[in-house]
């Protein structure tokens, strides 16, 4: 019987503005953690912006295409209440598995 290695994820904390000045050093944070678990920390964030809110939704997308976890924990306020205003409920973002 194969032996199952449990990879722990990675934490990402997401910036206090996450807008177009933060994209390019959130991007190449997350092409580091590619292929691998990861948690996205939101509690600092300040203020979404649509182009820091598609980035997070292409990583999403990205992390399930892979087959990998990837969750949000400890949303901010702002970042939940950024995500409704550009027209995205935050439940959306759960994996289907639950846990990284």
């Known amino acids: ?19 177009s000045a933060a994209l390019l050093s959130c991007l190449a ?3 580091e953690r590619r292929g691998a678990p990861l948690i996205l920390d939101g509690s600092a964030v300040e203020r979404l912006g649509g182009q820091g809110l598609q980035l997070l939704l292409s990583a999403f997308k990205t992390w399930r295409e892979d087959g990998q ?22 439940e959306t973002l759960e994996p289907a598995d639950g846990n990284p």
């Open 1 to 19: 019987m194969g032996r199952v290695l449990m990879v722990p994820a990675s934490l990402i904390m997401l910036p206090c503005r996450l807008d």
């Open 29 to 31: 944070d997350l092409l």
């Open 69 to 90: 976890p990837l969750r949000l924990q400890s949303a901010s306020e702002a970042l939940l209440a950024g995500m409704r205003q550009l027209g995205i409920d935050p």
